[in-house]
């Protein structure tokens, strides 16, 4: 009998690791899946523990980690679990809990620098995430009080103004259905250095208006140019 069960075990342990299978895919700087190794920013690798478990971790393709968390379903629309994302200097974030897709409990937030900012608390709710917003994200004063804030608070780093380096650096990052700006990265670089000061300047906006869909606030992606230098 203790045989049998003996065999039972190894049996149900050998299925569960043939059965955690993992993937890699190349993503585009939109987080897009793309077959060109080429064009990626990011590689991101899946764990597949069961069918309704799903570890993700995501790397810039220069190896920094990006984000780490969970999903519920083999598409990679649910989030599920604790989540981490990461600034590309390595530096966390935001930290916390999705439930069936939604941010819930206390999240953690710092800005590019290390600073942390205010804690953000989600209640909740059967919010959906959509990135097709019916009405978009707004910055607070529109668009014309967001370039007023670029101008007054973008500083051309003095190396690459000295080097005569310059161009337009496009920010994508999230607005959550709270307005907190989040997941920052550089989908088009420029040089180092005016990357560094788009995601800075990126990571210390206040809240947005967030999108709408059907009345109710959803999570959706917002792509920003900054220009510095001869790009003015």
């Known amino acids: 009998m203790k045989l049998r069960t003996i065999f039972f075990a190894v049996g149900v342990l050998l299925s569960t690791i043939a059965f955690a299978q993992e993937k890699k895919q190349y993503l585009d700087p939109q987080l897009n899946v793309t077959l ?34 969970a999903y519920r379903d083999a598409e990679l629309n649910i989030e599920n679990g604790d989540f981490t994302y990461y600034y590309a200097n390595g530096i966390v974030e935001s930290q916390g809990k999705y439930r069936a897709g939604n941010k819930v409990g206390i999240w953690k937030r710092w800005n590019y620098d290390g600073q942390q900012k205010p804690d953000r608390i989600y209640q909740d709710e059967n919010f959906e995430y959509n990135n097709r917003a019916s009405t978009p994200a707004r910055f607070p004063g529109g668009m014309t009080e967001l370039k007023k ?15 005569h380096i310059s161009g337009t650096v496009y920010v994508n990052f999230v607005v959550d259905k709270k307005g907190a700006v989040t997941q920052a990265v550089v989908a088009n670089s420029v040089y180092y250095q005016l990357d560094e000061e788009a995601l800075r300047f990126v990571s210390n906006l206040p809240d947005w208006e967030p999108a709408k869909r059907d009345g109710k606030p959803v999570a959706s992606n917002f792509i920003l140019p900054i220009r510095f230098g001869d790009a003015n």
């Open 36 to 69: 060109s190794e080429s064009a990626a920013k990011f590689i991101r690798t899946i764990i597949h523990v069961n069918d309704t478990v799903y570890n993700v971790n995501i790397h810039f393709k220069t190896g920094e980690i990006m984000m780490t968390g």
């Open 149 to 163: 804030l670029i101008r007054d608070n973008v500083t051309y780093p003095a190396e690459a103004k000295e080097k």
